[in-house]
C-alpha cells in the first residue's frame, strides 16, 4: 500500500531521502486509518481503535514534531540544546491560553471574563497580555511568535556573543529553568502550580468527542508531515550545506566570510517555532499545560529520543521519539520506580554501540556484509606479484 501511494509535488522535496518518504507515506495512512478505525468501527469490533490509544499517537506525534526540531539544529548545526521544552511549553500555554477563554461561563465560578484561578486568587480583572486570546488566530499567532521572539532574543545575545558548546547548552538549560520557577508564580496569571486545564471546547466542538479528537490527531501528523518537510527542505539547500559546514568547522566556516551567527540565528528561531506547534497540538489532546513541561529533565529527554532514533537524519529522531515514548509508556506502568534508570542505560548504551541511533544499525549491517562479500585485494595484489606482473 506504501508503495502505491503518490506524494505528488512532495516527492521533488523528498527526491533524495528515500527512508523520509517511507515516513510520509507511512504518516499520511496512519491519519487516515487510526481516526477511521475509530470513528467507523465500533467498540468490540476487532478493528476499533480506542479514543485512549488514538489520543495516545497523537501525542507521540507531537513528541515526534519536537523531536524533529531538536534534530534541526543539534544534528545539523552542533547546537545542543537542552531548553528546547521551553518552546514546546510556550506554544503550548499559548493553545492554553485559548482554551481558558472559550470556558468563559462554564467554570467552577461563572466567571464569563477570568479563568477559575484568578477569580480564586482575587484577580478583579484580565492581565492585559491574555487580551486577543478569545480568538483563535490570535493563539495561532502567538504560538509561532512567543517561541520564534525569545529565540530570536536568545540566539542573538548568544550566537554573537559566541557562545558554543557545552557552555551554550548550559544557559539553554538555565533558560528553560528560569521559566519554570517564573511560571510556577501565581502572580505571573498563568495559573501557577495547577497550571491552566478543564477545558472545554476548540472552535466550538467539544473536545472530549471523539469526532474532536480524531481531528486533532488528523492535525498532529499533518503538522508532522510540514514541519519534516520544512526540515529537508532546508537541510537539503545550500543553506543546509553552511550549517552542516558550521556544525563541523566553525571557525573555518566563518574565516570563509560566512556570517555564522546569522545562519545559527535562523535555524535556532525556526526550531523553536516547530517546537511550538508540537506544544499547541499536545495542549488539547492531553487537556493540560502547567509549569513542569519547561523542567530541565523534559528537555533532557528530547534529546535522548533523538539520539536513540539517530541524529542528523530527520526520520531517525521521529522514529526515536516513537520509540522512546512507547517505552516509556510501557515501563512506568510495568516498572515505575526503574523508570529513570531504564531511560539512562539506554542512553548510555546508544551512545557506546549505536553512535547513529537505530536507523544507523541497517546501515552497519549492510557495511559488515559488504566487507564480508569484498574480494581481498590484499591477496589478489599479492598473487599478482608472485606471478611477475600477471593476474
Known sequence: MMNTLKLGPLTSVLANDPAGQRLVKAILILAVIIPSCNLVFPEGSLFHVSTYTMTLLGKYLCYALLALAVDLIWGYCGILSLGHGAFFALGGYAMGMYLMRQIGDRGVYGNPELPDFMVFLNWTELPWYWFGFDQFWFAVIMMLAAPGILAFVFGALAFRSRVTGV?????????????MLAFFLNDMGFGGNNGLTDFKDILGFDLQSDTTRAALFV?????????????????????????????????????????????????????????????????????????????????????????????????????????????????????????????????????????????????????????????????????????GGKA
Not at 557552555?167 to 521559566?179: D, G, K, M
Request: net charge neutral; glycine share 10%.
Open 167 to 179: 557552555y551554550l547548552s548550559i544557559i539553554t538549560q538555565a533558560l528553560t529553568y528560569a521559566l
Open 219 to 387: 492535525a498532529s501528523a499533518l503538522a508532522l508531515v510540514l514541519g519534516y518537510l520544512i526540515s529537508r527542505f532546508i537541510v537539503d539547500s545550500k543553506l543546509g550545506r553552511v550549517l552542516v559546514a558550521v556544525r563541523d568547522a566553525e571557525s573555518r566556516t566563518r574565516f570563509m566570510g560566512y556570517r555564522v551567527e546569522n545562519y545559527k540565528l535562523f535555524v535556532f528561531v525556526v526550531s523553536s517555532m516547530l517546537a511550538g506547534v508540537a506544544g499547541a497540538l499536545y495542549v488539547p489532546q492531553v487537556g493540560i499545560i502547567n509549569p513542569g513541561e519547561f523542567a530541565p529533565i523534559f528537555s533532557i529527554e528530547i534529546i535522548i529520543w533523538v539520539a536513540v532514533g539517530g541524529r542528523g537524519s530527520l526520520y531517525g529522531a521521529v522514529i526515536g521519539a516513537f520509540l522512546v515514548n512507547y517505552a516509556k509508556t510501557y515501563f512506568t506502568g510495568a516498572f515505575a520506580e526503574l523508570w529513570l534508570f531504564l531511560l539512562g542505560g539506554l542512553f548510555v548504551l546508544t551512545t557506546l554501540y549505536l553512535p547513529k541511533g537505530v536507523v544507523g544499525l541497517w546501515h552497519q549491517f549492510n557495511e559488515k556484509r559488504a566487507e564480508k562479500t569484498m574480494p581481498d585485494n590484499d591477496d589478489d595484489t599479492v598473487t599478482e606479484l608472485a606471478n
